[in-house]
């Protein structure tokens, strides 16, 4: 499966858009996803002056849904920015 190729996979039809970035079914989180497909030829650009996109998922429970991108959460293995660099002597 290719999550960039730009023409929308059937599934996506049924898609639902979830208000949390997780399946409004079964709430379980977009790793529990079968199928993934980015709609990166339609971006959006929020009141932050910032393109987002539709991330469309079929998750484990056959639920097709999608959410913006800038919905998603941050990641866990992101650097917080709130964390000072070390000091170099």
Partial sequence: MDAFTPNPP??????????????PTCKENTDSATKVWLNRRA?????DQRRKWQEF?????????????????ASKLTISRNIEPPIRE
């Avoid at 039809?13 to 208000?19: C, D, G, M």
């Avoid at 971006?43 to 009141?47: I, R």
């Fill in 10 to 23: 059937a599934w996506t039809e049924k898609a639902v858009h979830a208000i949390k970035f997780c399946c």
């Fill in 43 to 47: 971006p959006v650009v929020g009141n």
């Fill in 57 to 73: 998922y079929l998750c484990q429970c056959s639920t097709a849904w999608w959410a913006w991108s800038s919905d998603r959460p």
